[in-house]
Each structure stands twice: as C-alpha cells, then as structure tokens.
C-alpha cells in the first residue's frame, strides 16, 4: 500500500514538473512560465502589506491566525477535493513578512501541503500504531483546523517521554510542523494579488474639503537654474506622437499623476507642435479659480521669487492633501509653458477643473471650461493631461450613468478628439489612495501596471496608435518607460519617508 502511493506520489511530481517549474508565473511578455529572479518590495509599512495579505486569505474563506508581532501567519486548511481518511491531501498557507524600513516591506507567501500518506511513510509502521493514532484519529475534514492538533512531550513512565496536546498550538508555529511532513511553494498567485492591492489602485483626486495650510514662505531651490530663464527643455521630440499634432485637434492623455514622466512627455509633445508653427493650449486639471495667479506667473521673470508667489497666494497648491496634480514635476511644466512664451511661442496654459464638485459634475464642468478655451483658440492644438477615467472619450462599463470629461468633450467636436492611455514599467509615484486601515494617505507609493499596460523590454518610449479605437475610447497608448514619484511642489524630498 505504502509502495504504490510513494510511485504515484513521484509520477505526479515528475508530470507536474514538466508542465512549469514550482514557484512559476506566466510571464506576460514571453507566454512562459518562469520562476521570478527578484523580490518585490513593498513601499509600505510592514503593517499594512501584512494585513493586506490577510484581507486577501479572508475573502478565500481562510481563517488567519498571526503570531506575535505580525510578521507572521498562518491559515486554516482545507482538502483540495475529497480522499478517503488517512490518504488525505490538505493545504495551508503561510506568510512572512521583512521589515526593510518604515516604509518597505518584503512579503512572501508559502501555500504549503500535507500528505497523510507521506506522514505515514515518514514516522514507519512502529510510530503508527502509538503517536500518528492520535494525530490522525477521528480526525475531520480539516484536521489542521483543530486548535488541539500541535503535541509536545513530557516526562512519561521509565523516563520515556509522551506525547501531550498543547493548549494553545500557535504560538509554538512553524515549530508546529515537526509531527508532520509538509510540502511548501511560493505561491505567485497570492503575491500577484497582493501587488494587485498594494500597486494597482486608482490614485485619488482629492476635490472636496481639502482646505489650504498657511505657509510664510517659500524655498524654491534651483529653480530657473537649468538653461537659463528663457529656454524651455524640450528634449527630443517625442517617437510616434507627430500624426497626432494637427490644427484643432485635441489630445487627452491619462496621466498617471504624481510621476516625472508625462508631464515630460508632454513638454516634448509641445515643444515639437510649437515648432512646427501651431498654437498650443495646454490643458491641466487645476481649479479654473487659478487661471489669473498663472497668467501672472506666465507673465513673470520666471525667477524664484515668482514662483513663491504664485505658491503663496494658491489655495490649489497648499492644500492639505496634495494629490499628484500639483505635483513639483507639474509646476516644472508650468515653468516650461512660461519659457516657451518668453522665446516668442504661442502657448495658452488653461486651468480646467472643478472645485467643490464630484461625478458627473465636475466632469461636466471640466468639459464646459476646456470647450471654451477651445472656442477661443479653434485652430490651436490642445493638449490635455487628466487622470485616465476623466481622458476616456467612450462611457464607462460600470457606471451607465457617469459621462467622463473626455466622453463629452469628443461628442461636442466628434472628429477632433484623441485619447492616449499610458504603459510603463513598474516605479513610484506620488499619490493619495486609501490605505488598509480605510484613511487617506498621501505618499510615494509603488506603482505597478496592469498586463495590458505592462510595457514589455522591445518597447521604446513613445506613442503607438491602435488600428481602431478600443470599447473604453482610447485611441494609443504612450508608453512611459520606469515611473519617478514627483512629490508636491511644497513638500521637501526629505519628508517623504
């Protein structure tokens, strides 16, 4: 008996190890199964990545019990379809965090299986008939789940010892493990997820109650520096986005917010439309209430004293909660539109948002304020960076109702209106997203993409055009390249753990 289920037990591995390594996932470039050469680390604190993880096993109906500290955890078991008593497969899951700093974490975690024949085989018949009796006796469907299942030893007769139950088993884990043989594996699907959580959230735009703090002053180190104070830093122009630079087009393009990356994108993207002798309007999702203190910027020396005044004076850019719209990279690009006009460009810089207002409101309005900017510059090419829902030129699935701002912008100039969706690779960004614990945090997070916005090793920076527009209304994707966090432009690079 024993000799049939060790023969079945190593054709099962040998099949299995054919069909991809243990501990492999899809890569979605190459199709293949690969094992990962390299952990993530998590820009969080170790607490959040840990009960993130636990959120994941609860909703696959998995107890959780944590040792002390938090860094640890186990789950119940279950049994992967149904065996006869003591031929029985079960499965638990273990999980293992690392502290690497306030604000890094490591998270591995282990899908691990119990053999009852493989138990068998290990301890041999004479430890059958004594301690695995016990264990293994009138056991349940989940055997792992009984809080008597861990044993110890204490003196017995003759200076023999005995197997006793221990009270509380889990404080003794993994130590729990050495009445049984167990099988273990990174499992990849579980870690996927939690990326999924912890690095493919949508950022929030924070619109409503977020009051402005009192600031004295400002230190704009460096600033104007770079080039002198009439050069733009254009950069090459940017690979594929020329077909997209005409007359009285507009283009949105989904901006992750908080990164270095698009606005970047986008100074090159104007730099090229202005060379080519067309009217620019940039389009930013700052409340249109901002307009005059950036036409009084744009009119200035551009010197650091400017720039504080334009800070200072702002209830946009001294909110409590800075979200990635304000960030340093985005009043870089403010600086770059005014050094433009100052070398004899003609550039418009248009505050687009809303305040106070959400959904369907604040997309309405954001539509109204750019139509009439654009009414007023017909033949300008408009370019418009807004986050990726507000940039969809089609309706959204979830929501019947909710028109995105590009969604109406493209139905008042139906031929004239594109919408790039961004790929990129893993990096960081500056955003406010909800943590764990329900509360806004605003911070360098990671950020990872989707595999339909991963971009692959083959790919360059640049714009590709799809043949058709896709059902969401995006038209191309620019890919990004690595994202780099951009922190508000009043928050020092050292507060930012």
Not at 25 to 40: K, Q, R, S, Y
Not at 430 to 446: H, K, P, Q, T
């Amino acid at each position: 008996m024993r000799r049939y289920g060790l023969l079945f037990g190593l054709m099962f591995t040998g099949c299995a190890t054919l069909t991809r390594p243990l501990g492999a996932n899809i890569n979605p470039e190459t199709g293949e199964f690969e094992t990962p050469v390299a952990e993530t680390v998590y820009l969080a604190p170790a607490e959040d990545a840990m009960m993130t993880a636990r959120r994941i096993l609860e909703s696959e109906r998995y107890d959780v019990l944590e040792k002390e500290g938090g860094l640890e955890m186990f789950t119940s078991a279950h049994e992967p379809g149904r065996n006869t008593k003591k031929l029985r497969t079960l499965e638990r899951y273990y999980v293992k965090g690392e502290r690497l700093g306030p604000r890094q974490t490591l998270v591995r975690v282990f899908r691990l299986r119990y053999n009852e024949m493989d138990n068998v085989v290990e301890v041999g018949p004479r430890a059958w008939d004594s301690m695995n009796s016990e264990i293994l006796a009138d056991q349940g469907p989940n055997p792992l789940d009984a809080r008597m299942e861990a044993y110890g030893s204490a003196p017995g007769g003759q200076g023999a010892a005995r197997p006793v139950p221990l009270k509380d088993p889990f404080p003794s884990a993994p130590g729990m493990e050495r009445f049984r043989m167990v099988q273990g594996v990174r499992d990849l699907g579980i870690e996927r997820q939690l990326l999924e959580r912890m690095e493919m959230v949508p950022a929030l735009e924070l619109v409503d109650g977020n009051a402005p703090v009192s600031v004295r002053s400002v230190q704009m180190e460096g600033w104007g520096a770079n080039d002198g104070p009439g050069t733009a830093e254009c950069g090459a122009p940017v690979d594929g986005a020329s077909p997209l630079l005409a007359a009285g087009q507009v283009l949105f393009i989904a901006d992750p917010l908080g990164a270095q990356e698009v606005p970047s994108m986008a100074l090159r993207m104007l730099c090229e439309a202005t060379s080519k002798g067309l009217p620019v309007t940039l389009g930013l999702t700052v409340p249109a209430s901002e307009q005059p203190l950036l036409e009084r910027y744009l009119a200035s020396e551009g010197k650091p004293e400017d720039a504080q005044a334009l800070l200072l004076e702002s209830t946009f850019w001294r909110r409590v909660y800075q979200d990635g719209r304000s960030s340093r990279a985005m009043l870089w690009l403010v600086e770059q539109v005014r050094r433009l006009r100052v070398s004899g460009k003609d550039v418009a810089l248009a505050a687009i948002d809303g305040e106070k207002v959400k959904g369907n409101a604040r997309e309405a309005r954001m539509a109204s304020n750019l139509l009439a900017v654009h009414a007023g510059r017909a033949q300008a090419w408009t370019l418009v960076l807004t986050g990726s829902v507000h940039a969809r030129t089609a309706r959204v699935g979830w929501d019947s109702d909710f028109e995105p701002f590009g969604a109406r912008v493209a139905k008042a100039l139906p031929s004239s209106v594109r919408a790039l969706d961004v790929g990129f690779k893993r990096g960081t960004q500056y955003a406010c997203r909800y943590s764990v614990w329900d509360d806004v945090e605003c911070n360098v997070f990671g950020i990872s993409p989707t595999n339909e916005a991963l971009q692959f090793s083959t790919v360059s920076p640049g714009v590709r055009l799809f043949d058709a527009a896709r059902p969401d209304g995006f038209h191309g994707r620019l890919f990004l390249g690595v994202l780099n966090a951009s922190p508000p432009a009043l928050l020092a690079q050292s507060q930012v753990r």
